[in-house]
C-alpha cells in the first residue's frame, strides 16, 4: 500500500520572490489586510493573518527589480487564501472593487467560491471560501464533482 499524508496535514507557509517589497507590500498587506510580523532584514518580510508568525513570506534575495516569471513556464499557479466565511469573501470583493484592483476571474466550484487575481509581480492569487461539505457536489456513487461555473458577484456581495 501506497503511503498516505495524515488527514489532519495542512500547508503552512508559502514564500514567494518578488520585485519590489513595497509593491508586494502594498498589495498583501495594504490591499489584502494581512499583518506584518516581521521584517527580515531590508531583503523580505513576513505577513500573516491573527498574529500567527507568517503565512506568507515575501523576499528579494533572487529577484530584487527581476520581470515577472513567464506565464508558460513551470512553477507556482497560485497561491490560494482561504477565508473563514462567505461575507469574508464579499468584504474583500467590495475592497478590490473600491481600489479598482482588476480580478482575473471568479468562479463557483461547488465546493467554494473564487475570485482570482495577479499580485503586482504577476504571481497568481486565489480568494476563496469552502462551502460547508454537505452542499459540496457529489455523483451517484459519492464522488466528489467540482465545477467550473460563473460567480453570482452581486449575490455574493449581498452578504455585506
Not at 505577513?47 to 506568507?56: K, L
Request: aromatic share 10%; with cysteine.
Amino acid at each position: 500500500m501506497s503511503y498516505v499524508v495524515p488527514s489532519n496535514t495542512r500547508i503552512g507557509h508559502i514564500h514567494l520572490k518578488v520585485s519590489d517589497l513595497d509593491k508586494a507590500l502594498d498589495f498583501y498587506h495594504g490591499l489584502l489586510g494581512f499583518q506584518i510580523t516581521q521584517y527580515y532584514g531590508k531583503s523580505a518580510v513576513f505577513v500573516s493573518a491573527g498574529g500567527y508568525h507568517h503565512h506568507i513570506g515575501l523576499n528579494t534575495w533572487h529577484s530584487k527589480n527581476a520581470a515577472p516569471a513567464p506565464v508558460n513556464a513551470c512553477g507556482l499557479y497560485h497561491t490560494a487564501i482561504v477565508y473563514p466565511e462567505r461575507k469574508d469573501l464579499a468584504t474583500i470583493l467590495k475592497r478590490l472593487a473600491e481600489a479598482k484592483y482588476p480580478l482575473s476571474g471568479a468562479a463557483d466550484h461547488g465546493v467554494s467560491e473564487a475570485l482570482y487575481l495577479n499580485d503586482p509581480d504577476g504571481n497568481g492569487v486565489e480568494l476563496y471560501w469552502d462551502k460547508p461539505r454537505e452542499q459540496w457536489p457529489v455523483d451517484n456513487e459519492g464522488n466528489l464533482t467540482m465545477v467550473t461555473e460563473a460567480l453570482d458577484l452581486e449575490g455574493l456581495l449581498k452578504e455585506i
